[in-house]
């Protein structure tokens, strides 16, 4: 088993990003390196650049604490549990924690390490007031130009 | 036209496997024939005992702090400085034949460019971000064909396999378990780990394909190019699978155990005592710190008749790439370039080999890893006498030491010195020393060692991590103690030479990257 964890801190009011967050729909559209996505009930099947399918279960969808969780499926891994929380900072910005945990550890590593770039690409679209993930959840651009500014929502 | 450019690499090739560093077992005379004509280096030290770091440090001839990639699986970026770069704009038609590893191998995302240019079988990409601002091929080459240690995957050599000789993917051992962990999984006659017997002829093994597809790219160029070509030969990295018909030519039961083998479990134990604690925890299987050897296997369960068996195989690996290498020679020759070739002839880093009872390689800064051999034959119309090169070097210096085979001047964001040609050359630039880093952080085992090599001494201070708490360190006189066996480090009889390495080492450390670059996969 191994842990993994990254952390991103966004200029944009957790709400906004939850509504990002929450939609395990559009994860391709912040999450590099996925083409796409489908959700059915509570099942997720990403696929990945090289072309693989990997189906998840989503665990916690929960909108008070914004949390999501969920597991991916496939015989490689004996365990995998991946949480994402979206933490209010109280300032219009928040923290965006990806943590990863798996068996095998390296997987950790393997599909972990891939969340940095996601939690980059969700601030950069955040922080521009441009991306696709914003546009999916109809997210103003303009408002959230000026929060890139410093402006408030 | 100016002088051509072959830039030969090996990888993990330790420094006594070749003849003409007294080398016994492996038969190498193509690369003995290169330093005979050409510069032979007695201390060519790595900056990173590990692949992707230290051949990103040829690339860019920079430190692993300068150009971030400070532990394998951070990938280089590909806007990254690059000499190839450099050669390129400056007319050379540039090429990359072998393996990279510039950027991570496991890539289920398919988000680095070198595998997403094999899977398309594409030579390069066009209008990729230059170091500059400007564009061009990716990191300088126009012409990439890729391949690593085995048979599985996507790169190059992988698909080559597969479309001509399927049946043989399943021939190579395999590198990774299901967990893809290192494989510790024991073969050939003893059970050693990595070790396997590989049914493939020796024309389908990556080392020939190598050559081959060098030699194929070279007849591709016209007569008056000028070229830069980097053949990077995967072997004789583990795993020790080279093709069981060449297996033959070196009986494991007639090799010597290497010299820096203690061979009773005590003598192995008292050494690795006076080390830092990892050295020890990890011979007894307590602490595994770093990706790049078997989690599985406990380095105290060698024996000898297992070293034996590696060393032979180690040592046969290394005799197929000296006649490759000398199969790519004798096509330059048939084109009429042979005058005009400057050849280097090099490795990432070395392997522990047996010594101190330990194989494989991670952040244990001895001669084993540290000590590489390094052959530079100049065209021979440049005029250059042969030599032999005692002062410390570097893989920092090869990039400016291409840039100044073409005639260009190095560049400012170059970190090394272009190689000296004998030691009075390398006494009269100031030539005298070279660093080693190491920084891992896997699950929670941190480790970070910084080292110099200076004066006939190795020095290394440990920062604070997992194991360890910023006090320990290495000192080792290389004359003296050849095997370094006898760590001086708490010796009062040498606790102004150790300050004084110390101060070196820290005021000599290179600029960080900006910010710290994330570990984004295992390797």
Redesign the interface.
């Known amino acids: 088993m191994a842990t993994l964890r990254r952390e991103i801190r966004i200029h944009a009011p957790a709400s906004e990003v939850w509504k990002v967050v929450g939609r395990p729909e559009i994860l391709h559209l912040w999450f590099p390196g996925l083409t796409n996505c489908t959700v059915d009930g509570n099942v997720r099947i990403i696929f990945l650049g090289s072309g693989m399918p990997m189906p998840e279960e989503i665990i916690t969808n929960d909108s008070l604490q914004r949390r999501f969780q969920y597991r991916i499926t496939v015989p490689i891994f004996k365990f995998h549990l991946a949480t994402v929380d979206v933490i209010d900072l109280f300032d219009d910005t928040c923290l965006v924690v990806y943590s990863t945990e798996a068996d095998p550890g390296v997987m950790a590593l393997v599909i972990g390490g891939a969340t940095t770039g996601a939690l980059e690409e969700l601030r950069k679209q955040f922080e521009s007031g441009v991306g696709p993930a914003l546009d999916a959840v109809g997210i103003n651009s303009n408002i959230n130009s000026s929060v890139a500014a410093g402006g408030t929502v | 036209m100016g002088r051509k450019i072959l830039f030969v690499t090996t990888d993990q090739q330790r420094y006594d496997t070749l003849g003409c560093n007294g080398g016994n077992i492996a038969r190498t005379p193509v690369v003995d024939a290169l330093a005979a004509s050409g510069v032979r280096y007695e201390r060519a030290v790595p900056q990173s005992v590990v692949c992707m770091p230290s051949r990103s440090t040829m690339l860019t001839g920079q430190y692993p702090t300068t150009h971030g990639v400070w532990m394998n ?1 951070v990938p280089l970026p590909v806007d990254a400085p690059s000499v190839a770069a450099l050669l390129y704009r400056a007319g050379y038609r540039t090429a990359l034949v072998g393996k990279p590893h510039f950027e991570p191998f ?6 680095f460019t070198e595998n ?1 240019l094999a ?1 398309q079988g594409r030579e390069t990409a066009e209008n990729q971000p230059w170091f500059d601002g400007s564009t061009g091929p990716h990191r300088g080459f126009e012409h990439l064909e890729f391949s690593t240690h085995g048979g599985a995957g ?1 790169l190059h050599y992988a698909r080559w396999l597969s479309e001509n000789h399927p049946e043989a993917i399943g021939m190579f051992y395999q590198v990774l378990d ?4 290192v494989n510790a999984a024991g073969g050939g006659e003893n059970g050693a780990p990595q070790v396997h017997v590989n049914e493939m002829p020796k024309e389908w093994y990556h080392t020939d394909w190598v050559a081959e597809r060098t030699i194929s790219w070279l007849d591709s160029l016209q007569a008056d190019d000028d070229w830069f070509c980097w053949m990077s030969f995967p072997d004789p990295h583990h795993p020790w699978d080279p093709p069981k018909d060449e297996v033959g030519r070196i009986n494991w039961r007639d090799v010597d155990l290497p010299a820096g083998y203690p061979t009773t479990s005590a003598e192995r134990e008292r050494i690795l005592d006076a080390k830092p604690r990892h050295w020890r925890k990890w011979y007894d299987g307590e602490l595994v710190s770093n ?1 790049e050897a078997p989690k599985h296997w406990v380095p105290a369960t060698l024996t000898p008749d297992q070293l034996r068996e590696v060393t032979a195989l180690n040592a046969v690996e290394c005799e197929l790439i000296d006649e490759a290498l000398g199969r790519v020679m004798a096509a330059i020759a048939a084109r009429g370039w042979g005058d005009d070739v400057d050849v280097i002839f090099t490795t990432d880093h070395g392997e522990l080999g047996g010594d101190f009872g330990l194989m494989f390689k991670g952040p244990y800064h001895v001669d084993g890893l540290m000590r590489l051999p390094l052959i530079w034959r100049p065209a021979p119309s440049a005029g250059l006498d042969p030599a032999v090169v005692s002062r410390p070097v570097g893989l920092v210096d090869l990039a400016p030491t291409f840039c100044t085979i073409a005639g260009l001047a190095p560049a400012d964001w170059m970190q090394g010195k272009p190689l000296p040609v004998h030691d009075a050359d390398a006494d009269a630039r100031g030539i005298d020393k070279a660093l080693t880093e190491w920084d891992s952080e ?2 929670g085992v941190a480790v970070y060692l910084r080292t110099i090599t200076r004066d006939g001494w190795v020095c290394t201070a440990y920062k604070p991590g997992f194991v360890h708490d910023g006090t320990e360190g290495e000192l080792y006189n290389l004359a003296n103690d050849p095997l370094q066996q006898v760590n001086l480090w708490e010796d009062p009889a040498y606790s102004s030479t150790r300050s004084d390495l110390v101060a070196d080492l820290w005021d000599s450390q290179p600029e960080p990257h900006s910010p710290r670059m ?5 390797v």
């Open positions: 699986g496991l890539d289920p995302f398919g988000k997403v899977v996507n299901a967990t893809l962990e990706y896997l699950f994330p570990l984004i996969a295992p």
